[in-house]
């Protein structure tokens, strides 16, 4: 219990510290913006939307977000969102089940809510990059409303996934986190299945909605990468790196930045996946067969 607080209390030390440091560069490149002038600038959105090339980190979270975005916090040329706000928390689940039927209330939503963000990168000539997997059921809006936009598929293992989410307790408890939090149709099956099931089914279904994008948007806008090989192959960063369009930080800089985690789960254990659950996970044979 101890060993917990003071993880805890670590973190929350970092958090301000980070925020405090954000904040001073925030104000500097907010006089940037606010100086900006334009004869069109009516037409500021349009160019943004039609010119930008910001990245889009597509994941079920839990799966190294934390860490990119650390590292390209480091780079040049961008400007990187963990937690932008809104953070599209109940939002995200309202773009899972709608995407398709009302494709337009969608689309505003994700304009109104990212435009000025990517806006504010494109004045600076910097690379939008957001690894809030929030963002994740809004990809078709995203790939539709900026023609020039990349998207990165981050995957982890579904037992280490499965493991973080109970430690977090989700599905379980109503907490906020939970808000928007996608669940099976099914809701009289669903009361009956165990938190692993439900957070197994979590994996499953998010990653099956990253592949159909995948087909939809083109393969040559993603880039796809397996966190396992992300955290202890500084390789797998470099190309990230490359393929956002950032030049890769120093090997001894980046293989620094790789061995220090950061939001690690404390406090949770490797979790034993049934044999049914197994195979309700069609993806992890697809992405962990070899």
Same mark, same amino acid.
């Given at each position: 219990?101890?060993?917990?607080?003071?993880?805890? *209390? #670590?973190?929350?030390?970092?958090?301000?510290?980070? /925020?405090?440091?954000?904040?001073?560069?925030?104000? &500097?490149?907010?006089?940037?913006?606010? %100086?900006?002038?334009?004869?069109?600038?009516?037409?500021?959105?349009?160019?943004?939307?039609?010119?930008?090339? !910001?990245?889009?980190?597509? *994941?079920?979270?839990?799966?190294?977000?934390?860490?990119?975005?650390?590292?390209? *916090?480091?780079?040049?040329?961008?400007?990187?969102?963990?937690?932008?706000?809104?953070? #599209?928390?109940?939002?995200?689940?309202?773009?899972?089940?709608?995407?398709?039927?009302?494709?337009?209330?969608?689309?505003?939503?994700?304009?109104?809510?990212?435009?000025?963000?990517? /806006?504010?990168?494109?004045?600076?000539?910097?690379?939008?990059?957001?690894?809030? !997997? /929030?963002?994740?059921?809004?990809?078709?809006?995203?790939?539709?409303?900026?023609?020039? &936009?990349?998207?990165?598929?981050?995957?982890?293992?579904? &037992?280490?996934?499965?493991? *973080?989410?109970?430690?977090?307790?989700?599905?379980?408890?109503?907490?906020?986190?939970?808000?928007?939090?996608?669940?099976?149709?099914?809701? %009289?099956?669903?009361?009956?299945?165990?938190?692993?099931?439900?957070?197994?089914?979590?994996?499953?279904?998010?990653? &099956?909605?990253?592949?159909?994008?995948?087909?939809?948007?083109?393969?040559? /806008?993603?880039?796809?990468?397996?966190?396992?090989?992300?955290?202890?192959?500084?390789?797998?960063?470099?190309?990230?790196?490359?393929?956002?369009? #950032?030049?890769?930080?120093?090997?001894?800089?980046?293989?620094?930045?790789?061995?220090?985690?950061?939001?690690?789960?404390?406090?949770?254990?490797?979790?034993?996946?049934?044999?049914?659950?197994?195979? =309700?996970?069609?993806?992890?044979?697809?992405?962990? =067969? =070899?």
């Amino acid at each position: 219990m101890i060993n917990e607080y003071y993880h805890k *209390s #670590l973190d929350l030390l970092k958090r301000w510290w980070n /925020r405090n440091r954000q904040f001073l560069g925030e104000e &500097a490149e907010r006089r940037t913006v606010y %100086t900006y002038k334009d004869r069109d600038i009516d037409k500021l959105h349009e160019r943004v939307l039609n010119e930008a090339s !910001p990245c889009f980190v597509l *994941s079920t979270g839990r799966a190294g977000t934390a860490l990119l975005t650390k590292i390209l *916090s480091y780079h040049r040329g961008v400007s990187v969102e963990h937690n932008p706000i809104p953070e #599209l928390t109940f939002h995200s689940g309202y773009a899972y089940k709608h995407w398709k039927d009302k494709d337009v209330v969608c689309r505003a939503m994700i304009d109104a809510a990212r435009y000025e963000y990517v /806006r504010n990168a494109f004045i600076r000539n910097e690379i939008f990059v957001e690894t809030n !997997p /929030r963002i994740t059921f809004f990809a078709h809006q995203l790939a539709s409303l900026f023609p020039k &936009a990349k998207f990165i598929h981050l995957i982890r293992h579904p &037992a280490d996934f499965i493991a *973080s989410g109970i430690a977090r307790n989700w599905y379980n408890e109503g907490r906020i986190r939970d808000e928007g939090k996608i669940k099976a149709e099914k809701r %009289t099956e669903w009361e009956k299945w165990s938190q692993a099931d439900k957070i197994a089914w979590l994996w499953q279904e998010t990653n &099956a909605f990253i592949e159909e994008f995948k087909e939809q948007c083109g393969r040559d /806008r993603i880039h796809t990468v397996r966190a396992e090989d992300f955290f202890k192959d500084a390789n797998v960063s470099r190309e990230i790196s490359m393929f956002i369009g #950032l030049e890769p930080l120093p090997d001894k800089a980046l293989e620094k930045l790789i061995s220090k985690r950061v939001n690690v789960q404390h406090g949770k254990d490797k979790v034993e996946l049934a044999s049914e659950t197994l195979q =309700s996970m069609p993806l992890m044979q697809k992405y962990y =067969s =070899s």
